[in-house]
């Protein structure tokens, strides 16, 4: 597709479960990033990649988050032993290199943590 | 701390009407401004944004002024549309660092 995709657009973890977030970006986009946006919130980031090097995660709030992208393409956001706090919507961005150049947004990926 | 500032949670406009959103920011090196849309249940859409080597971009009906000295930019749509009905974000970066600073949002409604 032309846009970033992300999967799922929603889901229900029980607290302590393990989650993984979906991202594929536009093709042919260097940077890719992650933010978490909370209810009534501006979006907040998480971390960034320059094709498959991870250059800042300085956002993830704790060692029970984990991002990568291998390929330098499509990238996934780990979640390990959810809990409540967790529950957010997870934005992936693409852009063409980063560097004052608007992101583009994917739809998000709305976590429930119960 | 909020290093990018949204103070109105929310503002109504008349349709054919200018609205004006704010933002304001506290750190000195942000230097690239971007305005996003979003719809409900829709990620943020890029409106237009802003170099810190400008003080005013236009784009369509869409025009943002950038106030360095004050730490102030504001977004101008005119004339409003039902369609603008959304919620507006404010977000600054740095060069060489390009993550996004977002404010808390400003939820704009168009009154037909």
């Known amino acids: 597709g032309a846009g970033v995709s992300q999967s799922p657009r929603y889901k229900v973890a029980k607290r302590g479960q393990d989650v993984a977030l979906r991202c594929d970006p536009i093709s042919g986009h260097v940077s890719l990033f992650w933010y978490q946006q909370a209810l009534g919130q501006g979006p907040e980031f998480l971390t960034y990649f320059q094709n498959e090097a991870q250059l800042d995660k300085s956002g993830l709030p704790s060692d029970r988050f984990f991002a990568e992208r291998p390929e330098g393409s499509v990238s996934t956001l780990k979640i390990q032993r959810t809990q409540q706090e967790d529950s957010a919507v997870y934005l992936c961005a693409s852009s063409i290199n980063g560097e004052n150049t608007e992101a583009f947004f994917g739809q998000g990926t709305r976590l429930t943590v119960v | 701390d909020q290093q990018v500032k949204q103070n109105s949670p929310s503002l109504s406009v008349q349709e054919g009407r200018i609205s004006i959103l704010n933002c304001d920011y506290t750190?000195?090196?942000?230097?690239?401004f971007l305005w996003y849309k979003k719809y409900p249940a829709e990620g943020p859409t890029f409106l237009i944004s802003i170099s810190s080597i400008k003080d005013k971009n236009e784009d369509g009906r869409f025009t943002v002024f950038l106030n360095k000295s004050a730490k102030h930019l504001s977004l101008h749509i005119v004339p409003s549309q039902p369609g603008d009905s959304a919620v507006y974000f404010c977000a600054a970066s740095t060069f060489g660092n390009e993550k996004l600073t977002f404010g808390t949002g400003t939820r704009l409604t168009i009154i037909p």
């Open positions: 750190n000195s090196m942000f230097d690239y």
